[in-house]
């Protein structure tokens, strides 16, 4: 079964302060996608990332990276220099349709990040 | 080009009641998903279209719940008899694997409460 962990509930930090947050996934398949999605007080989900399981290769976009390690089954993400307005709720994902067919987006609880000024 | 719009974006019930939820989906994406998310959790499955074809649906999708996807383009979500377990925020995704290899892009959600 498919299982995404998010041990990290909340954080806070000051601005300009790096912060990682961590995802721990677990799936029986080998071919499987991860994702991160950010959601801001506002109620929407906005997509950020999407990685596959063959590409371990980290990505840095602006201020937010990404570590991938499939060895302990982990995909971090790391902003960079925070401010205010990362402050939002950060959900990782995981989809591992190759096997079974199925599409559904299994999410971890999230952590809420907030960033004080 | 538009995103997903979900309508309406809040919904207060009396327990026992009927709702139904739309959904419209970003124009070129032929695959449509609903999720459920109660506070302080992430969103969990209830099912999933492509075209207007309904794929798969999670064990959460009681007897009364349906969704349709009647011509492929949007979804509603109908709950029966609204019970106050039900109160949470319905969200609604679409994806392409032609567009954008099946990334799930999400509107912005429907809440709904059971008084």
């Known amino acids: 079964a498919q299982k995404v962990t998010q041990a990290q509930t909340e954080i806070s930090v000051v601005e300009k302060e790096d912060v990682t947050l961590d995802c721990v996934y677990e799936t029986r398949d080998t071919t499987y996608y991860l994702f ?24 840095i976009s602006g201020r937010y990276s990404w570590n991938f390690q499939k060895s302990t089954s982990s995909f971090n993400f790391t902003i960079t220099a925070s401010q205010v307005v990362d402050s939002a709720v950060y959900f990782c994902a995981l989809s591992d349709p190759s096997r079974t067919g199925r599409r559904a987006l299994t999410f971890g609880s999230g952590t809420r990040l907030q960033v004080q000024p | 080009d538009t995103g997903v719009s979900q309508d309406p974006r809040h919904k207060i019930t009396k327990r026992g009641q009927n709702v139904t939820f739309r959904c419209d989906p970003i124009s070129e994406h032929n695959r449509l998903y609903w999720y459920r998310q109660t506070l302080g959790q992430g969103p969990e499955f209830l099912t999933y279209f492509q075209n207007e074809a ?14 349709e996807r009647p011509k492929g383009s949007f979804s509603t979500l109908e709950i029966q008899r609204t019970e106050q377990g039900d109160s949470a925020m319905y ?5 392409s694997y032609r567009v954008d290899t099946d990334t799930q892009y999400f509107g912005p959600g429907t809440r709904l409460t059971v008084l």
């Open chain 2, 54 to 67: 309904q794929l798969e649906k999670s064990r959460l999708l009681s007897d009364r719940f349906s969704a």
């Open chain 2, 91 to 95: 969200l609604c995704a679409s994806s």
């Open chain 1, 36 to 59: 991160w999605y950010k959601q801001p007080p506002s109620g929407e989900l906005v997509f950020l990332i999407r990685r596959n399981s063959f590409d371990e290769q980290n990505e």
